[in-house]
């Protein structure tokens, strides 16, 4: 370890990099805990955990052994402020959990709830009364990754398709039929 310190006081300008990127992980993985913890997910929440205070003690403490490298505390900044855009970009790539669609539809309904039913969607119906009378209200479950998929379907069929989407953290999905099941990594998420 020493030897890493001597060579890096050597090229002082790498260490506003290794610092840079140290928050930029350690945030970028803080995100993604974050929404493991929402989730409930006991397992991987704390095993991302342990990773990203590791890495920001790292950070953390090549800034506060050399107070007077301005650059280093601009680094560790930057660091943060991209972490937190990467994080969220790499949370929409990941799109873990499902959403609950609720499509209302004043003139279309039936083709909406069929057009979704034929591109392997489970649809449930209720009718409702809206501003202008009579409505048909369909409830989607899928997961996260379906969801521009439904609402392309429904838009497809229905331009004035009213749609609210929720995330759901938990459903009983025994006759759930997604388009993909989760394997690999997924299937412990």
């Given amino acids: 370890m020493t030897d890493l310190m001597n060579w890096m006081d050597a090229y002082p300008y790498i260490w506003p990099i290794f610092i840079f990127c140290a928050r930029l992980a350690d945030v970028s993985l803080g995100t993604i805990r ?16 342990f990773f990203e205070v590791s890495i920001w003690i790292f ?14 505390i601009i680094a560790y900044a930057g660091g943060f402020a991209t972490g937190n855009a990467v994080g969220i970009m790499l949370e929409q790539k990941l799109a873990i ?5 609720r499509l209302i539809s004043r003139t279309k309904s039936t083709a909406v709830a069929a057009g979704l039913r034929l591109a ?11 501003l202008g009378g009579v409505v048909s209200i369909s409830f989607v479950v899928v997961s996260r ?24 953290r938990s459903a009983n999905l025994h006759n759930y039929r ?3 099941p989760p394997t690999g990594w997924r299937a412990i998420l």
Wanted: hydrophobic share 45%.
């Fill in 178 to 180: 997604g388009s993909v």
């Fill in 59 to 72: 950070a953390i403490s090549m800034v506060i052994t050399n107070l007077d490298r301005w650059y280093n």
């Fill in 120 to 130: 392997g969607f489970g649809v449930t119906e209720i009718k409702g009364y809206g």
């Fill in 97 to 101: 959990g499902m959403q609950a669609l």
């Fill in 34 to 49: 974050t929404i493991m913890v929402v989730r409930g997910s006991r397992v991987l929440a704390p095993l991302l955990g």
């Fill in 145 to 168: 990754r379906d969801a521009p998929t439904v609402m392309k379907v429904a838009r497809n069929i229905d331009p004035d398709v009213f749609v609210t989407v929720e995330d759901v």
